[in-house]
C-alpha cells in the first residue's frame, strides 16, 4: 500500500475552503490540463453516498472510475473511496485545518494500491507516485489561486449569463465562477432548460424576461478558429457569427428596462494587425487590411447598441491562450512531439500568449470592477516573438530545435493562406496596460512557467 500527502496553505478560512469545494464547477477547475480526464458524472454535493464518474485515460487505454463519498464532516474533512477503477485501492481523505480567520491548510491524504501490486509495484509504483505528486501540486496551486482572486471580491457574488459557454474558455470560466459562489446562466441557441436561457443570432432574438435578475452578460459564442483551409462559407461563417450575435445581445440589453448592467464581450488582438514590434496597449490605433483585423474591428463595433443604452461594455481583445485545445498549440504541440519544433517564417513575429488561468481572470476582474470600461489587452505582459515561443515549448517538451525556419507556405498549405497568416506570421506585441492599472496580479506572468502548467512537466 502507498500513501501520498500533500499540504498547502489556503489565503481564506477553513469554511471557505470547504464551501469551494462543495460547489459546482470546482472538480471541473481541479483536473489538470495535461491529464486526460472526462466527467461524466458530476457529484451533486459532497453528503455520504454521492458518486463520481470520471472517464480517465492511461496510455492508450481509457477507464471508467467511479468514486463514492463516504465521510461529510464540514469544514473540517470529506473523504471518497473508489468503487470501480484503475487501482486496486484507492481511499482519499480532503482535510482542512484552521490556522487563522483568514488562513487554513488544505492536506490531501491518499492510501492507494496498483493492481496485482507485486507484479506491478516494482515497475510502475514510484512513476505512478511521481504522477499522482504532480497532480496533486497543480490541484493545490490551482486551489490557493482561485481562492485568492475570489477573496479579493468577495462581496460581489453575481447572477452571470454566459453565451459560448461549453467553448473552450466558456467551460473555464463558468467552472471558475460557480465555484467561487457565482451563478452562472448560459445562453444556449436549444430550447432552455432549467437554468439556461434562450437565444438565436440568426433570427435576432433574446428571452429578455429570463435575464431579468442577471447582473452581467459575457458574450463569448463565435464560430471557432480551425486549422482548415478558408472558403468563402467559412470566412462568412467567421465574421456572421461574430458580428451578428453580438449585436443581437447587445441591442437586446439596450432595449430592456432592470436587465444587466454590464456587457463584457470578447474580441481579439487581431483588432491590432499586423505591427511589427510596436508595443501596443489599448491607446494603439487599429489595424488595418487583415482578414481577422476587419472582422475583429467590426465585432467590436456590434457592441455600440449596449454602450449607447448606459450599459458597460468591456471588450476582452484576447491573445494567444494556451490551452491543449486550442489551435495554435495542437498545431505546434503536434509538431514539437514529433521532433518537427522550428520557429516559422522568419520566427520575429511577436504571439501575444497567455494562459487560460489569467484569460479567465481577466474576465473575473472586467465583471468585477464597476470602473473598467472599453478594451481591455488580454495577454502576458511578457509577449515573445514566435522563435522564443518555439524555443520555449521544445525545453518544455524534451524536444531538440530544428536549426532551419519553416518556410510561410507550409502552413500555409495545411490551414489556409489567411489563417497561417493571421494566426501564426502577424506580429502582435500586445501589453495589458489597462489590466495591470486595474490591479490584476498575473498567475502565469512568464511563458515557460504557463506551458509547464500546461504539459504538465
Known amino acids: 500500500m502507498r500513501i501520498l500527502r500533500a499540504r498547502t496553505e489556503l489565503p481564506v478560512s477553513a469554511a471557505e475552503a470547504f464551501a469551494w469545494h462543495e460547489r459546482p464547477g470546482a472538480l471541473e477547475r481541479l483536473k489538470p490540463p495535461w491529464a486526460p480526464l472526462t466527467l461524466e458524472q458530476p457529484p451533486t454535493s459532497l453528503a455520504v453516498g454521492t458518486q463520481v464518474v470520471l472517464r480517465a485515460g492511461i496510455g492508450p487505454f481509457r477507464t471508467r472510475w467511479v468514486a463514492e463519498h463516504v465521510t461529510y464532516d464540514p469544514p473540517h474533512e470529506f473523504r471518497d473511496v473508489m468503487r470501480s477503477g484503475p487501482?486496486?485501492?484507492?481511499?482519499?481523505?480532503?482535510?482542512?485545518?484552521?490556522?487563522?480567520?483568514?488562513?487554513?491548510?488544505?492536506?490531501?491524504e491518499v492510501t492507494y494500491r496498483l493492481p496485482v501490486a507485486a507484479v506491478l509495484d516494482p515497475v510502475l509504483g514510484a512513476a505512478v507516485d511521481r504522477r499522482l505528486r504532480r497532480m496533486f501540486e497543480f490541484r493545490h496551486r490551482?486551489?490557493?489561486?482561485?481562492?485568492?482572486?475570489?477573496?479579493?471580491?468577495?462581496?460581489?457574488?453575481?447572477?452571470?449569463?454566459?453565451?459560448?459557454?461549453?467553448?473552450?474558455?466558456?467551460?473555464?470560466?463558468?467552472?471558475?465562477?460557480?465555484?467561487?459562489?457565482?451563478?452562472?446562466?448560459?445562453?444556449?441557441?436549444?430550447?432552455?432548460?432549467?437554468?439556461?436561457?434562450?437565444?438565436?443570432?440568426?433570427?435576432?432574438?433574446?428571452?429578455?424576461?429570463?435575464?431579468?435578475?442577471?447582473?452581467?452578460?459575457?458574450?463569448?459564442?463565435?464560430e471557432p478558429f480551425k486549422p482548415r483551409p478558408m472558403t468563402a462559407g467559412k470566412r462568412r461563417r467567421l465574421r456572421d457569427s461574430r458580428i451578428d450575435g453580438t449585436r443581437t445581445i447587445a441591442t437586446a440589453l439596450a432595449r430592456m428596462d432592470g436587465g444587466p448592467r454590464t456587457l463584457v464581450s470578447a474580441s481579439g488582438a487581431n483588432w491590432y494587425g499586423d505591427r511589427g514590434d510596436e508595443e501596443l496597449t489599448e491607446s494603439s490605433a487599429p489595424g488595418a487590411g487583415d482578414m481577422l483585423c476587419e472582422i475583429t474591428k467590426e465585432w467590436e463595433e456590434a457592441t455600440e447598441p449596449a454602450r449607447q443604452a448606459g450599459i458597460r461594455v468591456v471588450q476582452i481583445r484576447t491573445g494567444v491562450v494556451l490551452d491543449r485545445a486550442a489551435t495554435v498549440l495542437q498545431v505546434l504541440g503536434s509538431l514539437a512531439r514529433l521532433g518537427a519544433t522550428a520557429p516559422l517564417g522568419g520566427g520575429q513575429q511577436y504571439w501575444p500568449w497567455i494562459s487560460m488561468d489569467d484569460t479567465i481572470g481577466i474576465y473575473h476582474l472586467a465583471l468585477t470592477s464597476p470602473e473598467l470600461e472599453g478594451p481591455v489587452n488580454t495577454g502576458s505582459p511578457n509577449p515573445v516573438t514566435n522563435e522564443e515561443f518555439t524555443r520555449t515549448l521544445a525545453r518544455v517538451l524534451h524536444r531538440p530545435v530544428i536549426p532551419v525556419h519553416v518556410p510561410r507556405f507550409v502552413p500555409a498549405m495545411v490551414i489556409g493562406r489567411d489563417f497561417a497568416n493571421s494566426l501564426l506570421f502577424t506580429s502582435m506585441r500586445m501589453v495589458p496596460r489597462r489590466a495591470v492599472a486595474a490591479g490584476y496580479e498575473f498567475r502565469h506572468p512568464t511563458l515557460e512557467g504557463a506551458l509547464r502548467d500546461v504539459y504538465g512537466r
Open 87 to 108: 487501482f486496486s485501492v484507492w481511499n482519499h481523505r480532503h482535510l482542512f485545518e484552521e490556522l487563522a480567520d483568514d488562513r487554513s491548510a488544505l492536506v490531501d
Open 142 to 222: 490551482r486551489t490557493a489561486g482561485d481562492l485568492a482572486r475570489h477573496r479579493a471580491t468577495k462581496e460581489h457574488r453575481l447572477n452571470v449569463a454566459i453565451s459560448g459557454a461549453s467553448g473552450m474558455i466558456g467551460r473555464s470560466l463558468s467552472a471558475f465562477l460557480t465555484a467561487g459562489g457565482h451563478t452562472v446562466v448560459p445562453l444556449v441557441r436549444r430550447e432552455a432548460r432549467a437554468g439556461e436561457i434562450r437565444w438565436d443570432p440568426q433570427r435576432d432574438s433574446v428571452d429578455a424576461d429570463a435575464l431579468r435578475g442577471v447582473d452581467a452578460v459575457v458574450h463569448l459564442a463565435a
